[in-house]
Every structure is written in structure tokens, then in C-alpha cells.
């Protein structure tokens, strides 16, 4: 996520911390009062749950990797993260992370034993990989924004587009699939039908058939939202981060808005034994919300 969206974004003002009457809904718990975990970050990004309902995130400014667990406490994971941003746990327990130091994937064990997955394009260093979803056979979805880093030395992209790529299972070299104005957020159903993804810039999700292997089809509008990072309920609902966290239907109906007392909503997911604690990553702070809803696993 740039500095730009996150400073052209106004606090949201007078929160209490409890949800006004006119956007409860059955999602979340009754009585349910967002909680701040946490203000000492930077720019918390990524959240991603492991099979214990621990959730990890990133403080990509300060080259962290942190871990809430369970018990609600707080505990540093890693550092020296190659900037880590999106993260997603494979099946082995992994964490694979949008490392853009550099520009490449990483496969991170619980060891913090690094595997670099792919580091470039036909010789080309990626924009930036900002967020990714893993699919059943184990291929990596992710979006390749380009946002200025200040711990680049390159001041322009060595790739023309900003795409959605796919990256088979075991493969350095990764496809190519649909190029947006500035692709972030991503995520695939369950049952590996379909892939949502955020073009940020453009202020759009869309929603694509995943049509086999890196192969998507029937590209359509889902619903005009500005939004980062995104995740989904067992019910099929889309959890959209941004100016707070915005929650849609299967159908693209708008059901309701979570307003969080900060800049920007980088990211959400949910965690906890159960995956009914909402985690979101908020600027300098973490937060959570208990919920009806429960998140995919």
C-alpha cells in the first residue's frame, strides 16, 4: 500500500469503539466492541492464519514479521523479512511472503528458513509483489503494483505493466494474466472457482472464473470500492480493507461498514481458534472484533 492513500485519508472522527445501530449486523457478535491490540507499529500489512488460528502480519516500514496469538498476546516473528507485505500460509505450515526488497516471493518455515521462490520475469525485476493467495495444488496468485519504495535505488519499474501473475507450484517463472491500472488485494474461494481482485487505483474489484492452473476467464465488475487487502467467510462474504472495512455479499450487496479509528485498513483476516476473532491491520495499530461470521480455512 503507497503513503499516498494512506495520507490522503482523513481519521474517521468520535468512534466510541461500538458498531452504530445501522450497521450491526448478524456478522458480528452481539455486543461486540472493536479492541486496539496494538499502536506500536509503523504500517501494519498482511495478516495471514496458520492452522492454529495464530495470525501473522507485518510491519513492512520496520522489516517485521509479528505474530497475535491465540491468547491475544503479541510476539515478534521475524526480522530481516526482505520487507515482507502480503503473507499466506501454504499447507505445509510455511508462510509465503510478498517480499519487495527485492522483488520476489519467499517460503519462510517456522524455522525462518528462507527459500526464495521466484525472484524476476524473463530477466526483469517485478513491480512489487504486494498480496497473494495460494490455491489447492499449491500455485501462488499476486498482484505486481508499483509503488515507490524509499529503500529502492531503481526510481522506475523495469516491467511496463501492473499485473496479476500466477506462479505453478515449483516453477521460477511465473504467468502473466490480466494487467489492471494498479492490482493489490487478492483472494480465491475455497473451492477454487474464483479469484477477487482489487484495482486499487481504479477504485474496482473484480471477480474472474478461475478457469484451471493460471488460467482466468470471464473477468466482471463486482463492486466499485476502494480497497487493499481483502479476505472471505464461510458464507462467501468479502471483507474489503480500506476506509474501514466494508463487507459484501456473494452477489455484490453491500452489507455493511466497520469504521476503524485510523489513516488507512491495509488489511484484514480472521483469526482465532474458531476464525471468529475479525484481525485488522490499521496503519500503526492492529485491532480486533469478535464475530458470528467465521473465516475459510
Not at 201 to 225: E, M, P, V
Amino acid at each position: 500500500m503507497s503513503q499516498f492513500h494512506v495520507c490522503c485519508l482523513l481519521l474517521i472522527l468520535g468512534w466510541t469503539g461500538r458498531l452504530s445501530a445501522q450497521d450491526t449486523t448478524s456478522l458480528v457478535a452481539p455486543g461486540a466492541v472493536l479492541q486496539k491490540v496494538s499502536s506500536r507499529f509503523k504500517f501494519t500489512e498482511g495478516p495471514a492464519v496458520n492452522r492454529k488460528g495464530e495470525v501473522f502480519f507485518t510491519d513492512q516500514p520496520n522489516d517485521q514479521i509479528w505474530k497475535y496469538g491465540t491468547d491475544g498476546q503479541l510476539s515478534l516473528f521475524m526480522e530481516k523479512t526482505g520487507r515482507a507485505n502480503g503473507l499466506y500460509f501454504d499447507k505445509k505450515g510455511n508462510l509465503v511472503s510478498c517480499s519487495d526488497e527485492h522483488n520476489e516471493l519467499w517460503s519462510i518455515t517456522p524455522g525462518k528458513k528462507v527459500t526464495v521462490l521466484m525472484s524476476d520475469y524473463a530477466g526483469k525485476k517485478h513491480n512489487g509483489p504486494n498480496d497473494l493467495w495460494i490455491d489447492a495444488s499449491g500455485g501462488i496468485y499476486f498482484s505486481d503494483p508499483y509503488y515507490q519504495r524509499d529503500y529502492w535505488t531503481r526510481k522506475s519499474p523495469e516491467l511496463g505493466a501492473q499485473m496479476v501473475y500466477y506462479l505453478p507450484k515449483g516453477q521460477k517463472q511465473a504467468i502473466p494474466l490480466d494487467t489492471l491500472q494498479q492490482p493489490n488485494g487478492l483472494v480465491g474461494t475455497p473451492d477454487g472457482k474464483w479469484l477477487y481482485v482489487s484495482d486499487i487505483r481504479a477504485g474496482k474489484i473484480y471477480r474472474y472464473r478461475i478457469a484451471g492452473k493460471g488460467k482466468l476467464a470471464d473477468k466482471t465488475l463486482f463492486a466499485s470500492n476502494s480497497t487493499d487487502g481483502m479476505t472471505l467467510d464461510k458464507a462467501g462474504n468479502l471483507y474489503l480493507a480500506g476506509n474501514g472495512v466494508t463487507v459484501f455479499n456473494r452477489d455484490g450487496q453491500k452489507l455493511m461498514n466497520i469504521p476503524v479509528p485510523s489513516r488507512w485498513v491495509g488489511n484484514v483476516c480472521f483469526g482465532g481458534k474458531k476464525r471468529d476473532i475479525l484481525v485488522i491491520t490499521a496503519s500503526e495499530s492492529l485491532y480486533t472484533l469478535k464475530m458470528t461470521a467465521r473465516g475459510v480455512e
